[in-house]
C-alpha cells in the first residue's frame, strides 16, 4: 500500500527549474523578477461536472494545467509555477482498478500517467510545481486543482475593463470545437475523421495560448479566454469595460449544432481581445507568426453597457437568448445511459 508520502514522492516531486524551494517543505519559496507584478489564479475540475469519470489520466493531467495556463495567457502573464491539490477516491495506490469506481479509484498507474501528462503541459510552458495538498474523498468525487502563479512587467497585464468604442474584437482558432467533441461523446452528434480528432483533442488536450496572451501585451485593450461561451465570456468584457459590441462572423457555420456551439459552447480556450483598428497588420502578424487563425469579429459599441448583437453575414439579428453554458445543461459529463 503506497502511503500519501511515497505517491507525493513518486508522482508529483520533480527538480524545479526556477525555484528556490519546491514540494517538500511545509511551503515553497519562490523568488519573482523585480519589477514585475505576480498573477495568479485557480481552477477547479470535479468529476461528472468537468470530466467523464473514465477519462484517459494523461489528457487529464495536461487539462488539469492548461486551463489554468489560459487564464495566464488571458492575463498576458508568463506561467511560473504552481501548486496542485488532488482529491482521489478510494482505492489509490493499491495497484488495482475496482470496477464500481472505474479508472477514479486512481491505481499506481492511473497516478502515473496523470502525473506524465500534468509534467508534459508543465515543462512545455515551463512551470514549476512547487507543492499541493493530496487528500482521500468519496467514490464519483474525484477533483483536481491547480493554483497557478505568472508574473507580468508592472502595470503591464491584459484586463477586462479596457475595451474602447470603435475597438475590434477577435477570437483565435476556432471556437466551438470542444462543445462539439463533447456532443459527440454524449451521442448528440456524430462526427467522423479528422473533425472528431480535431474535436476531442479539442475538449482532452486544449492548446492555452501563452505565447500570443504574450505578444498581446503591447497590443491588445482587453483580453479573456473563452471557457464558458465565445458569447458569454465576451459579455464579461464589456460589462466590466462598460461597452456594448456587435458581432458579424465570416465563415459562422450554418444554423444548428455547430453555429451554437461556436457561439456558446465552452472549454475552448481560445483568447477573445479587442484593439483599436490601427494594430490590425501586427495582429494579422501575428496569426502568421503562431500558425493560429485570429479572427476579427466584430466591433465594440457604445450601446447599452453589456448587450451584445449578433448578426448573420446578410445582416440579420441572430443574436442567441441564451449565451453560454448552461444551456448544455448542468451536468456537463455524464454520458446518456
Ligand atoms: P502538510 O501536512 O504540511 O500539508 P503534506 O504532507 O500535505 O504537508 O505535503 C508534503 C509536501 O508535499 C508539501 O511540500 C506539499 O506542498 C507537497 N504536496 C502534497 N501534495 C502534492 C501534490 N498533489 N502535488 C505537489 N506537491 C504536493
Ligand atoms: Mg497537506
Redesign the pocket.
Known sequence: MTS??DL?EKY??RRPRHTELG??????LIRPTSNAELVISTDLLVEGTHFFSDVDPASLGWKTLAVNLSDMAAMGAAPRWA????VLCRGFGDGALTASTSALSASDSWLDQFSRGFFSCAEHYSVD?I????TRGPPGAATFSVTIIGEVPRGEALRRTGAQVGDNIWVSGTPGRAAMGLAHLQGRVVLTGATLSECLAALHRPTPRVELGLALRSIATSAIDVSDGLLADLAHVLTCSSVSAHIQIVGLPEPGLARDTYLSGGDDYELVFTAAANRTPEIAALSKLFELPLHNIGMICGDEPGTLCVFDNCGADITPAHRGFDHFGQSRFEKAS
Open positions: 500519501e508520502f507525493i508529483f516531486s514540494v517538500g517543505d511545509d511551503a515553497a501548486t496542485l491539490g488532488c510545481l507543492g499541493g495538498d493530496t
